[in-house]
């Protein structure tokens, strides 16, 4: 049950563009925030961040809140979206990782036995050990006022791929053999890194945030039968740790890169909302959806450095498309790359503002 004090309770971010966007509903406004907002983009946050390391400024509650608000003020978006990295559960649980500048995360030592997995899932992770980010969160939503604040988690094919390979990969070969290799390993992984990234989410939204979005970066490397039998159930599980939640009203986003063909298996892996990357248009993935779910995307993050009349059409295009669907919060069709012009993302924002929902 959501706390009293919580801004669904309230009623600060109930009313909301994006929570009534998130509920299949079209405001007078079209919502619009940026995966990947708060980060290298921007110059205040490559201050606030200087001679920090990636992971410990997301557990220092005081900068990760600070580096969460700055595009908020900076762009004027309909959300925030919390400060961290997708493996900061795993951390706090106990996992060796650290992210390396130019490289990403890198493990101790790769998962791929089942007395590997025996001994990541001794590892829970603990109230005590999440109070870092409860604290971050709460910060930030008292700072936020009537804009909500988004939560987010790391799918967990996307973690289990990373513990499986030891750090990032292009192919994902090892993880995929494993989950064919030895189908019970790799379900153990899963519904570990499941309950990990559940946990997290729940963590944020208990301390404030008003709707969660499930990251799965490296999904687009499966086909629709492997992602249905051995990734959508672990999928499914990360959510289910909403489920009392979404009766108050925290909607959840499944976002992935390269999943055209997944968009109905993680629609209903338990997602209210859909988020489509750059690479299908809008309307073609309402028709998949059948019509009934709403969207978030999906602006081509490339088109950031084209000129203004490029990015401009098309920008109007997504939001023509968009319209097919029951509700649509405009984004990115990926994450915000660092070398972009902040101005220019104002701009957008401005841009879909003007917008008929």
């Known amino acids: ?45 490559r201050a606030s961040r200087a001679g920090t390391a990636m992971l410990d400024a997301c557990l220092d509650p005081a900068l990760a809140s600070e580096i969460t608000l700055q595009p908020v003020r900076r762009h004027g978006v309909d959300a925030a979206v919390f400060f961290s990295d997708i493996v900061v559960p795993l951390r706090l649980a106990g996992v060796d990782v650290e992210i390396r500048p130019g490289v990403g995360p890198v493990f101790g030592s790769p998962v791929r036995t089942a007395d ?40 967990p094919f996307t973690l289990a791929a990373y513990l499986v390979e030891g750090g990032p990969s292009r192919d994902h070969l090892a993880a995929r053999t494993l989950m064919h290799a030895d189908p019970e390993t790799w379900r153990g992984l899963t519904e570990w890194a499941a309950d990990v990234t559940g946990t997290f989410m729940r963590a944020q939204v208990l301390a404030g945030a008003s709707a969660a979005q499930l990251f799965d970066s490296w999904a687009g490397s499966l086909g629709l039968a492997d992602y249905v039998a051995r990734v959508a159930p ?10 009392d939640l979404a009766a108050e009203g925290v909607r959840r986003v499944h976002f992935g890169t390269g999943t055209s063909e997944l968009l109905v298996a993680m629609r209903d892996a338990g997602a209210d909302v859909v988020g489509v990357d750059y690479r299908l248009p809008l309307d073609e993935a309402n028709r998949r959806l059948g019509g009934s779910t709403p969207l978030q995307g999906n602006i081509d993050p ?28 405009v984004n990115l069709g990926h994450g915000v790359p660092p070398d972009t012009d902040p101005t220019v993302l104002t701009r957008v924002v401005e841009l879909v503002h003007t917008l008929r929902p």
């Open 234 to 243: 672990a999928s499914a599980r990360a959510l289910a740790h909403l489920d």
């Open 1 to 45: 049950m959501l706390p009293s004090s919580h801004p669904l309770s309230d009623g600060r971010t109930r009313n909301s563009a994006l929570v009534r966007a998130f509920s299949g509903d079209r405001p007078e406004r079209l919502p619009v925030w940026f995966m990947r907002q708060a980060g290298r983009s921007l110059p205040e946050y």
């Open 302 to 329: 490339a088109l950031l450095g084209a000129p203004w009349p490029v990015l401009e059409a098309h920008v109007r295009d997504v939001v023509a498309r968009g319209a097919a669907a029951p509700a649509h919060v």
């Open 116 to 155: 590997d997995v025996a001994r990541l899932r001794e590892r829970t992770l603990t109230d005590e050990a999440l109070a870092p980010v409860a604290e971050a969160v709460a910060r930030t939503v008292a700072e936020l006022g009537g804009t909500p604040l988004i939560g987010f988690g790391g799918a």
